[in-house]
C-alpha cells in the first residue's frame, strides 16, 4: 500500500478561495437541481438517475491517477445532488424529521471519520493519495453533504427561512478560519468544519434565489437557478484547471503524511 501510495499523485485539489467558491456553488446546484429532477420525472426514477450518475462519477474519478479539476468537481456536483436526494427521501420518503435525520447523519460523518483515522492515521486532505485514503475521502464528503443538507432545511424549518439560514451558516463557516487562526483549532479540523457548513450555505441561498415571493424567495424558479449556477460552475472550474493553482490553503497546511485533529 505505502508503494502504491507513492505511485499515485494526491487526488484532492488545495483549498483556496477558488476551491471554497466551488464548493459552495456545488451545493447550491445540487439541491435546485434535485428538486427539478423530482419535479420533472418523479422521486423515485430522480434518485435512480441520480444514483447511477453519482456512481459513474465516482467510478471515472477513481480510475484516474492524480487530481483532475473535470473529475473532481463532476463527482462533487453528483455527490451533492445525490445526498440531497439521501437526506430528502429520509425526511419526505419516510417521514424522518429533520431533528433526526441531522444527528444521524453526524453519527455517520463521525464513524467515517474514526474508522478513517485509525486506518490511514491522517484526516488531511493533503493526503489522497491511496485508494483506501481515496475512498474514505468520497464517504466522508457524502456523509457531509447528506448532514449539511439536513441542517440546513432544519434550520430553515425553524422558521428561520431560507435567507436567515443563509446569513446564519455564512456566520458559522467564518468560525473555524477564526478559531485555527487566534485560538489553536488544528487545520484539519478547520477544514471540515468549514466544509459541512458550505452545504447548508450554498443550498440555503440556492433555495432562496429560486423559491417564490409568498415563501420569502426571489422566485427567480429552479430551473434559471441550476443553469446559472452550473455555468459558474463551469466559470471557476476552467478558471482552476487554466491557473492550475497550487497556492498552500489557511486550513490544510500541515505536511502531507503529519496531519492529525
Known amino acids: 500500500m505505502a508503494n502504491h501510495a507513492r505511485r499515485m499523485g494526491n487526488k484532492v485539489p488545495e483549498a483556496t478561495v477558488n476551491f471554497w467558491i466551488i464548493k459552495v456553488l456545488t451545493t447550491g446546484m445540487g439541491e435546485t437541481a434535485s428538486d427539478l429532477l423530482a419535479r420533472l420525472f418523479g422521486p423515485v426514477p430522480a434518485v435512480a438517475l441520480g444514483g447511477l450518475a453519482f456512481v459513474v462519477a465516482l467510478a471515472v474519478q477513481f480510475a ?17 445532488v445525490f445526498g440531497t436526494m439521501a437526506a430528502d427521501t429520509l ?4 417521514g424522518v424529521p429533520y431533528a433526526v435525520s441531522a444527528p444521524a447523519f453526524l453519527l455517520v460523518l463521525v464513524a467515517v471519520f474514526v474508522l478513517w483515522y485509525r486506518s490511514e492515521r491522517t484526516l488531511s486532505v493533503h493526503a489522497i493519495n491511496s485508494r483506501r485514503r481515496e475512498a474514505f475521502y468520497w464517504a466522508a464528503v457524502l456523509a457531509t453533504f447528506a448532514l449539511g443538507t439536513a441542517a440546513g432545511d432544519l434550520t430553515a424549518s425553524a422558521g428561520l427561512g431560507y435567507f436567515g439560514s443563509a446569513v446564519l451558516f455564512a456566520v458559522a463557516i467564518c468560525v473555524p478560519a477564526f478559531a485555527h487562526r487566534f485560538a489553536g483549532l488544528g487545520a484539519v479540523a478547520a477544514f471540515w468544519t468549514a466544509y459541512v457548513l458550505t452545504r447548508p450555505l450554498g443550498a440555503s441561498l440556492a433555495d432562496w434565489m429560486a423559491d417564490a415571493h409568498s415563501r420569502g424567495g426571489l422566485g427567480f424558479g429552479l430551473e434559471p437557478v441550476t443553469v446559472a449556477w452550473t455555468f459558474a460552475i ?22 502531507v503524511d503529519g ?3
Open 64 to 80: 484516474l491517477r492524480r487530481y483532475a479539476a473535470w473529475s473532481y468537481w463532476t463527482a462533487v456536483v453528483m455527490v451533492s
Open 91 to 94: 425526511h419526505v420518503g419516510l
Open 234 to 255: 463551469l466559470g471557476f472550474v476552467g478558471y482552476a484547471t487554466a491557473t492550475a493553482a497550487t497556492a498552500p490553503t489557511p486550513y490544510e497546511d500541515e505536511a
Open 259 to 261: 496531519a492529525a485533529c
